[in-house]
């Protein structure tokens, strides 16, 4: 069984079109994050649900929107997308710690690729 | 502000021989978590350790073992016997103990080549 799924694993698309990227975890954590990692590798945390709720946004631009729409699920919409969203999108999840911080476990990634 | 460091971009050994991947981290917490991730070819994140601040036990698993070193604010892995398998890019994570923010800040990576 796939603990964290992400369903498209490769997207290509033009730019400006509005594009939507869906993660499911089975693993009953009550987090999920979105994480951006560029053509050098470098990984950079971008939102973060905490049972449907929003807690973390790292100035990303607002057309990039997550939503949760239960606590399994965390999906990323991005409007007018442009040449430098390109990169690939990884969903991951975790338990909730109230006096600890819990390893993610992420899925596989989606390659985003903008022409 | 958090921030990890790790310096060594790429490394290249012959299989069997040992190897040591460096990661040096930045936080004003006293209270913190280290992880180390692993990504191989086929692009997935693999988690490989999680160790708090209290806990300085170094820890081994296997080829694996890490090094973790409050004075130094170092957390480093080696790999003992390198297998041809361990090629993968490597990192470090740090994750400050602020409730409901618990964002993993990685480093840049180290890309490990293991030649045949």
């Known amino acids: 069984d796939t603990a964290v799924s992400q369903t498209p694993k490769y997207l290509v698309t033009q730019m400006g079109n509005d594009k939507s990227i869906k993660c499911e975890q089975n693993?009953?954590?009550?987090?999920m994050y979105w994480y951006k990692q560029d053509s050098k590798k470098f990984l950079k945390i971008m939102f973060s649900y905490n049972n449907k709720e929003l807690i973390i946004n790292e100035t990303v631009p607002n057309r990039f929107s997550p939503k949760s729409p239960d606590k399994a699920h965390l999906n990323l919409h991005i409007n007018s997308l442009e040449l430098g969203d390109s990169a690939v999108y990884f969903c991951a999840s975790s338990r909730q710690g109230l006096t600890s911080t819990y390893e993610q476990y992420f899925g596989p990634g989606t390659r985003l690729t903008v022409t | 502000a958090q921030k990890v460091t790790q310096a060594q971009t790429e490394i290249s050994v012959v299989e069997k021989e040992d190897v040591t991947l460096d990661c040096v981290y930045e936080t004003r917490d006293t209270t913190y978590y280290l992880f180390w991730y692993k990504q191989p070819p086929s692009g997935e994140l693999v988690f490989l350790i999680r160790?708090?601040?209290?806990?300085?036990q170094n820890e081994i698993s296997g080829r694996y073992s890490w090094n973790f070193q409050k004075s130094t604010s170092s957390f480093n892995f080696t790999i003992t016997a390198s297998q041809v398998v361990d090629s993968a890019v490597y990192f470090c994570?740090?994750?400050?103990?602020?409730?409901?923010?618990?964002?993993?800040?990685f480093g840049t990576g180290t890309r490990l080549t293991i030649i045949p």
């Open positions: 693993l009953g954590h009550d987090t």
């Open positions: 994570a740090l994750s400050e103990d602020t409730f409901g923010n618990e964002k993993l800040t």
């Open positions: 160790r708090n601040s209290f806990d300085e």
